[in-house]
């Protein structure tokens, strides 16, 4: 995985700075196309044998074995606090939370892509998660998954993800969305690694379409219907 994100994800694009997906996910997504049944079953947290194994609770939802968080025999405070299944660094949500609100308050990440991502997962999944409207369990769609890690870490990463604001935004929304229809008729059970390197091939196009006009600079076509002829 490591190799696969360094050789052909960055420096086969010329190195740092001029990758356009981002390494890390682009490794993973590899691990998980070549090996799913190893990526997608984890050992069992605060288990005393050397060698437990359980499916994620994404996972149990997507084959039809629970329906609901208790029938999978946790609460919101397991999802929280990461007391499940799930990849490395995705669990604890609580504290990629406190990273993410460091990241804030240092101005290193703006709130654009974040909370545009995770506002348009929750609202899709609110809208058609369920049989009707409403019916979705919003809040185990945002903490079950690597929704916060990769909403905060990976799509905020700056050189895969737009310069401006508008462009912030929208991609956002794209991440959320592809990963409610990953999520929802996909074959497998998340879809923000592929959403996100997805929307990190739109990024040229966004900031082509959406960045700021220079000062006292004219597209060539108005150039040439006000040049004298």
């Known amino acids: ?4 994100a360094i050789a052909v994800a960055k420096q086969s694009f010329g190195g740092l700075g001029r990758n356009i997906f981002n390494p890390a996910l682009i490794g993973r997504a590899f691990l998980l196309l070549a090996w ?20 994620t609770p994404l996972n149990l939802l997507k084959e039809g074995k629970a329906e609901n968080i208790y029938q999978m025999g946790l609460d919101y405070l397991d999802l929280f606090f990461g007391n499940r299944g799930g990849c490395i ?18 101005k290193i990440i703006s709130w654009h892509i974040p909370i545009s991502f995770i506002f348009t997962l929750a ?3 609110w809208l058609w998660g369920g049989e009707s409207i409403g019916e979705a369990d919003v809040l185990f769609s945002v903490l079950a998954g690597g929704v916060i890690l990769g909403a905060f870490f990976m799509a905020t990463d700056y050189v895969t993800s737009p310069l401006t604001r508008i462009a ?8 959320g969305l ?7 008729w996909g074959g497998y059970p998340e879809g923000v690694s592929f959403a996100i390197l997805m929307m990190n091939a739109t990024v040229p196009l966004l900031d082509r379409f959406f960045s700021p006009r220079i ?3 004219i597209g060539r076509s108005n150039f040439l219907a006000k040049s004298p002829q």
């Open 1 to 4: 995985g490591s190799f696969f």
């Open 36 to 55: 799913p049944k190893y990526m997608i079953t984890f050992s069992s947290p605060f288990s005393y044998p050397d060698s437990l194994t359980c499916a």
């Open 89 to 106: 660094g995705e669990v604890a949500v609580a504290f990629l939370l406190l990273g993410a609100l460091f990241l804030l308050w240092r």
């Open 123 to 125: 609202l899709l999944t």
């Open 168 to 175: 912030q935004l929208i991609f956002g929304f794209g991440c």
């Open 178 to 184: 592809i990963t409610f229809v990953i999520r929802k």
């Open 215 to 217: 000062y006292g600079h």
